[in-house]
């Protein structure tokens, strides 16, 4: 209804809508003195992003950048086209297919049978969140282990509260956010190693990213490893938080 009105009434907002409804803006600027403007029509925010020159999108670089280092979010040009088409085969149609048949349909059964058998639920926090995050963590290639997955559930929540609007908690949530990228860092190299030693052409990211070439040279196993971390908060920050107003409809 919010974004409705303002579609009506001010579709080029002055101001940034989420610190309007007490969400960390990530759009400001460290000093507080950028001026920021929200959009709300499919097409000019559209135009925005499909404007390089015009709109850069480094300013997200300046807060999870810290942490995740130079994210294809905040990447423009050259750049951003360049770290794209490195990451673009592992989401090729097969990959997209596979991970429907063997990941993502299997953890969604698992979900809505658990709150079947009990007859009721919190969809939020048995479906909404759980589900994304399980499927990210297969999809990245991670082993099947129900205690890592909830450590990288953890992580993820972590970068995703390094941005906030209390100025007493920043100082311990950006040090808890660049722990939790740390851990992946620790982590993420023995999978590597074991799918060059494999080299079974698997769907999942790392083993497509072991397999993808940058000016004709392999990736690093540094390289990889920054990947993965990039992908840390994208379930619980980008898909979670959506997933209701589907939900709400439909019922």
């Known amino acids: 209804a919010l974004f409705a009105e303002k579609r009506r009434n001010e579709p080029a907002m002055k101001g940034d809508v989420l610190a309007d409804i007490g969400i960390p803006s990530r759009a400001a600027s460290p000093d507080g003195t950028r001026q920021v403007y929200s959009l709300f029509r499919f097409a000019d925010v559209h ?56 990941i993502i349909t299997p953890i969604a059964e698992h979900l809505i049978g658990s709150i079947s058998a009990r007859g009721r639920a919190d969809l939020f926090g ?5 589900f994304p995050v399980q499927a990210i963590y297969r999809i990245i290639g991670f082993p099947d282990d129900p205690v890592a997955i909830d450590r990288f559930a953890a992580r993820a929540v972590s970068i995703l509260c390094a941005v906030q609007l209390d100025p007493a908690g920043v100082e311990e949530a950006r040090r808890q956010a660049a722990e939790a990228v740390q851990g992946i860092l620790s982590e993420t190299p023995a999978l590597i190693a074991e799918r060059r030693r494999q080299d079974t052409g698997g769907l999942d990211l790392i083993s497509s990213l072991v397999r993808a070439k940058f000016e004709g040279e392999a990736l690093t196993d540094a390289h990889i490893a920054q990947f993965v971390v990039m992908l840390l908060p994208a379930s619980p920050g980008t898909t979670t938080p959506p997933l209701p107003n589907p939900l709400a409809l439909l019922l």
């Open 126 to 130: 048995d479906v909404f969140i759980p």
């Open 47 to 102: 135009a925005v992003l499909r404007d390089g020159h015009a709109f850069s999108s480094s300013l997200l670089l300046e807060h999870l950048g810290k942490f995740l280092g130079r994210i294809i979010t905040g990447l423009d040009g050259a750049e951003h086209r360049a770290v794209r088409g490195l990451l673009q085969p592992a989401f090729s149609p097969a990959a997209l297919k596979c991970w429907r048949t063997d």
